[in-house]
């Protein structure tokens, strides 16, 4: 269950992305994420997927591992597809009683998923080619100038980092607490699906309580290295651009201007 998780992960594969600095893939990415929001046609959608795509494998991180992240998430993309063909209104291809899709509908729908696998594809090469101690730093020290207006940079990027990792995290304690339910003869994978859902509602309570154990131990750990508000503290590694983080950097920005330009053009 843990290898079925995108967010979170870190996998060595000696890539171009793995050398870029973190500050250089934190900005490229907000940069292509922004720029999805003019994403309005076939065309546009296509070369999204073509550069998400030679991105991927740029990685070098097998297919695989992101075939396998996407089937936990396959409920909600189809929730979202569902959702967005039965309301949409529009010119109406089918109909059944109060069921009625659209062609406003299918097209949304479509689009919508498209955009959600898409973005979270992007996210998924962040951490997966980032160590989480990197992204923090590199997260600290792209708001370090927030730290004039007394905000708690080094705590806030330390708190997203871990909430990060606490996804396959979470999910390693889930699949412990299957396993001890399947040795004392109770599997829930033989269940219905209806069942099964219901199955897991019992779960939650040892989950939380482990995950809230976790966090305190995490917390313990935390204080016994002196670690406090964070201010002031040296780091072994220090980050320097290199000539590849600028030549990623201009790419991000002439992606985006490249479908902003489409989009206007098309209006």
Same mark, same amino acid.
């Given at each position: ?16 992305? #793995? ?39 740029? *990685?070098?991180?097998p297919v695989v591992v992101f075939w396998r992240g996407f089937k936990p998430l396959g409920i909600i993309l189809l929730f979202t597809l569902v959702y ?6 529009? #010119?109406?291809? /089918?109909?059944?009683? /109060? +069921? ?13 998923? /498209? ?10 090469? +962040?951490?997966?080619? *980032? ?52 040795? @004392?003869?109770?599997?829930? *994978?033989?269940? @219905?699906?209806?069942q099964r859902i219901l199955a897991y509602i019992p779960i939650l309570v040892p989950l939380l309580f482990t995950i809230v154990q976790r966090a305190e #131990? ?14 002031? @503290?040296?780091?072994?590694? #220090? ?29």
């Amino acid at each position: 269950m843990n290898n079925q998780v995108l967010i979170g992960q870190y996998i060595e594969t000696h890539s171009v992305f #793995h050398r870029l600095d973190p500050r250089t893939k934190l900005i490229s990415l907000v940069i292509v994420m922004l720029s999805f929001i003019s994403l309005d046609t076939a065309f546009s959608y296509l070369i999204a997927s073509v550069f998400v795509i030679g991105a991927v494998f740029l *990685t070098r991180i097998p297919v695989v591992v992101f075939w396998r992240g996407f089937k936990p998430l396959g409920i909600i993309l189809l929730f979202t597809l569902v959702y967005n063909i039965l309301f949409t209104q529009g #010119h109406i291809v /089918w109909s059944w009683g /109060w +069921l009625e899709i659209t062609t406003e509908g299918l097209q949304n729908g479509v689009r919508f998923v /498209w955009r959600i696998v898409l973005l979270i594809v992007l996210a998924a090469i +962040l951490t997966l080619t *980032t160590p989480p101690l990197t992204l923090a730093y590199g997260l600290q020290k792209l708001m370090s100038p927030l730290s004039k207006l007394n905000v708690p940079v080094e705590q806030f990027s330390l708190m997203i980092v871990i909430a990060i990792r606490f996804i396959p995290t979470i999910l390693e304690e889930l699949e412990r607490i299957l396993l001890a339910q399947k040795a @004392r003869g109770y599997d829930i *994978t033989t269940l @219905r699906f209806s069942q099964r859902i219901l199955a897991y509602i019992p779960i939650l309570v040892p989950l939380l309580f482990t995950i809230v154990q976790r966090a305190e #131990h995490l917390s313990d750990a935390i204080d016994a290295r002196a670690y406090g508000n964070g201010k002031g @503290r040296t780091s072994y590694r #220090h980050l320097q651009l290199q000539s590849i983080d600028y030549i990623v950097i201009v790419i991000a920005i002439v992606f985006a201007v490249s479908l902003l330009l489409l989009h206007i053009m098309n209006r």
